[in-house]
T-cell receptor, first 113, second 115 residues
């Protein structure tokens, strides 16, 4: 079953603009990860934020986590055509962490040149 | 290249046939995961190995599915008596750490089409 739900399902913006996508999840987590998937490179890890962290940066990426609301956001600044892809949040489950990741349905991002 | 590899990349089979996919993880990773992804959805967890031991199986993994990881190296996923609903992308991932501790490294996937 899908743990997370990304919002919006699809997003189209102009190159250079910022893109924000959100993720909600249902159960307690140890961490939340964001992955990108495009036809050329498959599924690639972008960033991991732990449950005791509120914000994390990596290059043009900024991730926030609100465990009280069970939600996360991914901000991509100064978007580029190469950012066109589907973006997924993924969570593990507390209680051992031996499970696989649970992914949301994804946000399909299109960067218009 | 030392990434995760999967073979074949594409498989077309007729309903009722058996298929087997192979995954070669990154060599030093002792954890190996299988996921299934259908169009417009995120990957769904199927099963997980730590070394050669299969530690976790999803409810999605019916008795027609079997996975092995002999000697804790490569893994195979077999689907018996395939059904049209099995059509999907089958992804393999490996990691040196628990799912809750770090990223997973994904292979390019095997796209299965059941006709």
């Amino acid at each position: 079953s899908q743990q997370g739900e990304e919002d919006p399902q699809a997003l189209s913006i102009q190159e250079g603009e910022n893109a924000t996508m959100n993720c909600s999840y249902k159960t307690s987590i140890n961490n939340l990860q964001w992955y990108r998937q495009n036809s050329g490179r498959g599924l690639v890890h972008l960033i991991l934020i732990r449950s005791n962290e509120r914000e994390k940066h990596s290059g043009r990426l900024r991730v926030t986590l609100d465990t009280s609301k069970k939600s996360s956001s991914l901000l991509i600044t100064a978007s580029r055509a190469a950012d066109t892809a589907s973006y997924f949040c993924a969570t593990d489950a507390t209680g051992g962490g031996a499970d696989g990741l649970t992914f949301g349905k994804g946000t399909h991002l299109i960067i218009q040149p | 290249d030392t990434g995760v590899s999967q073979d074949p990349r594409h498989k077309i089979t007729k309903r009722g046939q058996n298929v087997t996919f192979r995954c070669d993880p990154i060599s030093e990773h002792n954890r190996l995961y299988w996921y299934r992804q259908t169009l417009g959805q995120g990957p769904e967890f199927l099963t997980y190995f730590q070394n050669e031991a299969q530690l976790e199986k999803s409810r999605l993994l019916s008795d027609r599915f079997s996975a092995e990881r002999p000697k804790g190296s490569f893994s195979t996923l077999e689907i018996q008596r395939t059904e049209q609903g099995d059509s999907a992308m089958y992804l393999c991932a490996s990691s040196p750490r628990l799912a809750g501790e770090g990223e997973q490294y994904f292979g390019p996937g095997t796209r299965l089409t059941v006709t």
